[in-house]
């Protein structure tokens, strides 16, 4: 089986720009986390979906940030206008459910640099 | 609130033993264990659940003290391949069908031959 899909793996944009993640979860699973991680501040939870529902944004830094998941196999997350402290490698995560003691699969991540 | 693992960061000769800690403010539900190997994601490694469960991971185990608010990973004779990144992300029930997971800042493991 396929594990969790992230594209872009890497991304360089100026700041100002709007930059777009995406990721597939593990197809059955029913929930979708968004990471972001640096050095400074470690892996940190963005957001999560429970059955396409957002559920916990209390993570997004600003609104500047936004989260989406429009089907049960796609999520994006977009940043507009981007700036150069939002560098760092973005983690989406999938589980069949949150919660419960379920295993969450990490996708491969997406390094973003913001010059 | 974050829990708080130590040691940050530990080195250790092929063949020995290390313990990682991680330790709570708050009632745990689960404890989870990550490694993340450098320039790649973190890869799960065991659940803990509430109830003092233990369970292992080939020479890999852990134990949680849900009391104590504690969950400990045990490296015993220790291989190059345990290199990385160890990470516990703790679980909180915050109420129905909401939980969330919030994870250490991680212990670096150096294992040399």
């Known amino acids: 089986d396929a594990g969790v899909i992230q594209s872009p793996r890497h991304e360089v944009t100026e700041m100002g720009q709007e930059v777009t993640l995406r990721c597939k979860p593990i197809s059955g699973h029913n929930s979708l986390f968004w990471y972001r991680q640096t050095m400074m501040r470690g892996l940190e939870l963005l957001i999560y979906f429970n059955n396409n529902v957002p559920i916990d944004d209390s993570g997004m830094p600003e609104d500047r940030f936004s989260a989406k998941m429009p089907n049960a196999s796609f999520s994006t997350l977009k940043i507009q206008p981007s700036e150069p402290r939002d560098s760092a490698v973005y983690f989406c995560?999938?589980?069949?459910?949150?919660?419960?003691?379920?295993?969450?699969?990490f996708g491969p991540g997406t390094r973003l640099l913001v010059l | 609130q974050q829990p708080v693992q130590s040691p940050q960061a530990v080195i250790l000769r092929e063949g020995e033993d290390a313990v990682i800690n991680c330790s709570s403010s708050k009632a745990l539900y689960s404890v989870h264990w990550y490694r993340q190997k450098h320039g790649e994601a973190p890869v799960f490694l065991m659940i803990?659940?509430?109830?003092?469960e233990q369970k292992g991971h080939d020479k890999i185990s852990a134990s949680f003290n849900e009391k104590k608010q504690q969950s400990s990973l045990y490296l015993t004779a220790s291989q190059l391949s345990y290199s990385g990144t160890y990470f516990c992300?703790?679980?909180?029930?915050?109420?129905?069908?909401?939980?969330?997971?919030?994870f250490g800042a991680g212990t670096t493991v150096t294992v040399r031959a």
């Open positions: 803990l659940l509430k109830g003092g």
């Open positions: 992300g703790t679980e909180s029930r915050r109420g129905s069908n909401d939980y969330k997971l919030s």
């Open positions: 995560a999938s589980s069949k459910i949150a919660g419960a003691g379920e295993t969450q699969y």
